[in-house]
Nanobody, 119 residues
Framework: QVQLVESGGGLVQAGGSLRLSCAAS????????MGWFRQAPAGKERDFVA?????????YYADSVKGRFTISRENAKNTVYLQMNSLKPEDTAVYYC???????????WGQGTQVTVSS
C-alpha cells in the first residue's frame, strides 16, 4: 500500500512559479512510476501532465506544459516534485500525484492540491 500526500499548491499570478511536492509512504517508492495529473473544473476528467521513470532518467510531458514544467524525483526521500514556471490562468486546476507499480498495478492517487493562477 502506498499513500501519497501532495503539497505546495496555492494562488500565484500569471508568469509566476510554484513547486508541488508529493510525499509517498512505504518502502517501495522506487518501484513506482510517478506522475502528475490535473483536473479543472471539478467533474471533468483528469488530464495527464507529466510522468517520470523509476530512476528519474526518463520524463514525458503533456504538450500544454512542455518547456514550462519539470518533473523530478528523490527516491531517497520518497518524493516526487513538479516545478511549474511561467504559469498561465489555464493551468488552474487541482493537481494530483499518481503512482503506478512497475508491473502496471496497483495504482494510487493523492488527495490533490489546488493551484490557482490569476491573470
Amino acid at each position: 500500500q502506498v499513500q501519497l500526500v501532495e503539497s505546495g499548491g496555492g494562488l500565484v499570478q500569471a508568469g509566476g512559479s510554484l513547486r508541488l511536492s508529493c510525499a509517498a509512504s512505504g518502502r517501495t517508492f522506487s518501484s513506482h512510476v510517478m506522475g502528475w495529473f490535473r483536473q479543472a473544473p471539478a467533474g471533468k476528467e483528469r488530464d495527464f501532465v507529466a510522468v517520470i521513470s523509476l530512476s528519474g532518467g526518463n520524463t514525458y510531458y503533456a504538450d500544454s506544459v512542455k518547456g514550462r514544467f519539470t518533473i523530478s524525483r528523490e527516491n531517497a526521500k520518497n518524493t516526487v516534485y513538479l516545478q511549474m514556471n511561467s504559469l498561465k490562468p489555464e493551468d488552474t486546476a487541482v493537481y494530483y500525484c499518481h503512482a503506478t507499480h512497475l508491473l502496471g498495478w496497483p495504482q494510487y492517487w493523492g488527495q490533490g492540491t489546488q493551484v490557482t493562477v490569476s491573470s
